[in-house]
């Protein structure tokens, strides 16, 4: 496969609103703690984190950057995209409220902005971003499974 043949190097605005839609409620608690809120800790997996925090970036430019040139889009995949981000943020809701299951909704925060990511991209058929993220998510649940399930 010849990736010159099948991506070009560009601006996805569309990624970057995702991406935006997704940093949205993660800026809000960065400023604004929750009444009960277990997710400020220190981190007992810094290399996981390190190894997410590039990845992230990684995936994240080649998300917005690299464009497929088949221009088709899966409109069931781009909906479970969609529909993910609302779930997200029915999720910080129910975090910011104190409703839910700590463990449920630890896994909702960890899994579900992932998941918006790699439906948007198998969407958009951007398959060299669906890597990095892919790399992404698993550290991400790691990240939860380690510092609050376990």
Known sequence: MNIKEKYNFGFDYLSLIIFALIMIPNIFWAFVPAKNDFLRIESVTPIVDTIASVFQFIFIATLCFIIPKEKSKNKTL??????????????????????????????????????AFLFYELSIKNYISFLPTLVFTICHIIFAVANFII
């Open 78 to 115: 781009f909906i479970a995209s969609c529909c993910c981000v609302i779930f997200y943020f029915i999720a910080w809701i129910f975090y910011y409220i104190g409703i839910g299951n700590i463990t449920l909704l630890i896994l909702l925060l960890s899994v579900v902005p992932c998941l």
